[in-house]
C-alpha cells in the first residue's frame, strides 16, 4: 500500500470516528447557545413578544389614525366644494368637529393608559371608545381595570369596549 492510500484510510478513519463520537454526544453539551440556567433566552424571548406586541399596538393605532384623517379629508372636501349646499355643508363641518375632538380624547386616553403600564390602541367612533389592549391576560380583573381607566378618563361620555390581544 501505498503512502496516498494509507494517508486517505488514517484520515478517513478519524472523521468516522468523530462523526460517531458528536452525534452519540447528549444534546446540552453540543448546543451553541446554552446558558447557565436558561434563563437568558427565555428573557430575549419575552422581550421579542413584547416588542411585537408594541409594534402591533402602534401599527393598529396608526390603522386608527389614517382612517380617522381620511374621514376629515371627506368631509373636507364636502366643505370646500362648490357643488354642496349649506346643510351639507354644516353637516361636514360638525362630522370634522367631533372626529377631532374624539381623536384629541382618544389620545389622551392611550397617554392614561400607558401611565397605567396598559399598552394599547384607542378608537372613538359613534359614541363608542374600542380600546385594544396587547400586553396583559384577557381576565375580568384587567378588563374592570381598563375600564375604570378609560372611563375617568373620559368622563363617562361614551361606552367602552374593551379587547385583549
Known sequence: MNRQALAFLTMFSLILMLSVY???????????M???????LQDDKKQSEKEEQVNDAEKLQQEITS???EEIKKNSEVVSSNESNDAQKQEA???????????????????TL????????????????????FD????????KTVMKIVNDATNGKYLIEVTFK
Do not use: R, W
Not at 363641518?93 to 397617554?111: F, P
Not at 403600564?117 to 389592549?133: L, P, R, S
Open 22 to 32: 458528536y452525534v452519540t454526544l447528549p444534546a446540552d453539551t453540543t448546543a451553541v
Open 34 to 40: 446554552s446558558t447557565e440556567s436558561g434563563e437568558q
Open 67 to 69: 382612517k380617522q384623517e
Open 93 to 111: 363641518l360638525q362630522t370634522i368637529d367631533s372626529l377631532k375632538s374624539d381623536k384629541a380624547i382618544g389620545e389622551d386616553v392611550k397617554k
Open 114 to 133: 400607558e401611565e397605567h403600564n396598559f399598552m394599547g390602541a384607542v378608537e372613538i367612533m359613534n359614541g363608542t371608545c374600542k380600546v385594544t389592549i
Open 136 to 143: 396583559i391576560e384577557d381576565t375580568e380583573e384587567n378588563a
